[in-house]
């Protein structure tokens, strides 16, 4: 069997190399056969504006491989500002180039890059079948293996998918809404009045009270959801929220969200889902999500498919979820590796 690897040649993937850009979209969308079937398909408009908006807090590091001027392979990384870990979003060898070292090879570049970027460990994500779920590929967790990484002491979990076609949350209608809150809706961007509420219950996961906010016009400018929200719009998503407002004060006491791409019609992420502290006990998140859910197929009625994940020692979260319908297929396990190798 030929080795390709040595024949390749890395080139950066750069917003403003079109060409390049265009091979990575096209790499990306034809192995979509690695998908699980309940997944979304990649969305053009979005892997393009992913290139050009990172998420906040973080810069990414990406490179195609060439192989005779055909694009083989690509290796994505995401480094968080101020943590010495380097996250592979993607490392991705062409269906019909595998067997061939080209893995390995975009093995080592990631290693290089999060060495050349000061990062000390490399950490992915790897998907795991559910005991009596679906099937899944074992290829990755083994190719992680061979090459040194391991699973870590971080936090594993679990994605749950709702197929609308199946069952409908919404069947038995809204729950009220509990004496003393009302509902508000919104849409990609957040109003100024919310802004600061939902970066820091975002933040904190509704542990900080809103006496520890900073309010002022500057920190609306520049606070989380704003920098998060330019990321969201450079890369083509919408967005539906729905917030629970306690009367008394006018304080954000919760919110939920979901998102989805231009170019999958029929899949939307569901987001965060937090209530602050102060408010829980009323059975807002599940209020929250259902009245979200109708908020989307309002907007987006050809949603079929909802995806969200949790952390598994999230059980409230996990728990409602399944109440609304949402069943768990895949379970994700967090792998490390050192970003020199040892010797």
């Not at 002491?153 to 209608?173: N, R």
Request: aromatic fraction near 4%.
């Amino acid at each position: 069997m030929n080795n390709a690897a040595a024949d390749l040649r890395f080139v950066p993937l750069d917003a403003g190399d079109t060409a390049t850009l265009d091979a990575w979209v096209r790499l990306t969308t034809d192995s979509a056969e690695d998908v699980p079937l309940s997944a979304a398909p990649p969305c053009a408009a979005d892997l393009t504006g992913s290139v050009r908006f990172a998420p906040p807090d973080t810069t990414l590091a990406g490179e195609v491989a060439l192989l005779g001027g055909q694009a083989v392979g690509a290796l994505r990384l995401v480094l968080p500002d101020g943590a010495p870990v380097a996250v592979v979003d993607q490392l991705l060898t062409a269906p019909k180039e595998r067997r061939q070292g080209i893995g390995t090879a975009l093995f080592r570049r990631a290693r290089a890059l999060a060495e050349q970027h000061g990062q000390t460990l490399l950490v992915a994500d790897l998907v795991q079948a559910l005991h009596g779920g679906p099937p899944r590929d074992e290829g990755p967790a083994v190719f992680a293996a061979a090459l040194g990484a391991s699973p870590s002491d971080g936090p594993e979990g679990v994605h749950q998918w709702l197929d609308l076609d199946a069952h409908d949350p919404l069947a038995d209608g809204i729950p009220e809404v509990p004496a003393g809150y009302r509902i508000q809706r919104w849409g990609t961007v957040t109003p100024d009045a919310f802004a600061i509420a939902v970066s820091e219950l975002g933040r904190s996961l509704g542990e900080a009270g809103p006496d520890t906010w900073d309010r002022g016009p500057e920190a609306i400018r520049t606070s989380h959801v704003r920098r998060f929200e330019r990321m969201r719009v450079g890369r083509g998503r919408r967005a539906y929220h729905v917030g629970a407002v306690h009367e008394a004060t006018g304080e954000l006491a919760g919110f939920t969200s979901v998102s989805k791409t231009t170019g999958n019609p029929e899949h939307a992420l569901q987001g965060m889902t937090v209530v602050a502290s102060a408010h829980r006990g009323h059975h807002l998140g599940l209020l929250l999500k259902l009245a979200n859910l109708a908020h989307v197929r309002e907007y987006e009625p050809r949603v079929r498919l909802i995806e969200t994940a949790n952390a598994d020692d999230n059980h409230p979260m996990i728990a409602l979820n399944e109440a609304m319908g949402f069943i768990p297929q895949e379970r994700w396990v967090s792998w490390e590796a050192p970003a020199a190798p040892a010797g």
